[in-house]
């Protein structure tokens, strides 16, 4: 495993050869000092840590407080570690709903299959993995809806229908304007009125 740091991000890469799994990944993390207030994810092997700032906090509680008026607090998880097909992929998404009477694993962990809603509030320093892998991952996981929040961008970027590792359908709603929501699995509308912008 190889550490590089790069704008604030330490990544660890995994060699696609070795036999490295993502317990091994993690249980490393557990041992390792990670600063307060930072979010460590595991990308293709990458190991991620990024600080949450406020903007990306806030847009995270906006999402979850719309998602409580339908949903109950145990179906809502928030950096949560649930693996991912792919290499190495164990994410600890933003904002993820779970599918009412899924069970966890015996380590634990949450089941991929029984994710019904993603949703990732980009960081500059780690958009592009939202924007790409993450998004592959989710779709060939075949997760009914995945929302990417861009405060950069002043927009949010709903994908739904997955098939064959990609997203058929993207729409994007600029902050202020509500995402319809309501011909998907979560029926509802989102609201992005109060959604800070960076």
């Known amino acids: 495993m190889t550490v590089v740091?790069?704008?604030?991000?330490?990544m660890a890469m995994a060699d696609e050869n070795d036999e490295t799994t993502l317990d091994d990944l993690f249980e490393s993390l557990e041992r390792m000092?990670?600063?307060?207030?930072?979010?460590?994810?595991?990308?293709?092997?990458?190991?991620?840590?990024?600080?949450?700032r406020d903007t990306h906090w806030e847009i995270i509680l906006g999402i979850v407080e719309q998602l409580r008026v339908k949903y109950p607090r145990k179906r809502i998880k928030s950096d949560v570690r649930i693996d991912y097909p792919g290499h190495l992929n164990g994410f600890a998404t933003d904002v993820t709903l779970?599918?009412?009477?899924?069970?966890?694993?015996?380590?634990?962990?949450?089941?991929?299959?029984?994710?019904?809603?993603?949703?990732?509030?980009?960081?500059?320093s780690t958009g592009a993995n939202?924007?790409?892998?993450?998004?592959?991952?989710?779709?060939?996981?075949?997760v009914p809806v995945y929302l990417i929040a861009d405060p950069y961008q002043?927009?949010?970027?709903?994908?739904t229908q997955p098939k064959g590792g990609e997203y058929l359908?993207?729409?994007?709603?600029?902050?202020?304007r509500d995402v319809d929501l309501t011909d998907t699995p979560l029926g509802l509308t989102l609201a992005t009125a109060d959604?800070?912008?960076?």
Request: aromatic letters at 10%; a negative charge; glycine letters at 8%.
């Open 5 to 10: 740091e790069t704008d604030r991000i330490e």
């Open 33 to 52: 000092p990670v600063p307060e207030g930072y979010k460590v994810e595991i990308v293709e092997g990458a190991v991620y840590m990024s600080p949450q």
């Open 98 to 124: 779970i599918a009412e009477g899924a069970e966890q694993t015996a380590k634990g962990l949450w089941h991929c299959r029984d994710v019904e809603f993603a949703a990732e509030v980009i960081s500059k």
């Open 130 to 142: 939202d924007y790409g892998p993450k998004k592959t991952a989710y779709a060939t996981a075949e």
């Open 154 to 159: 002043r927009k949010c970027h709903l994908y």
């Open 169 to 176: 359908v993207e729409t994007t709603v600029a902050f202020g």
């Open 195 to 198: 959604f800070p912008r960076d």
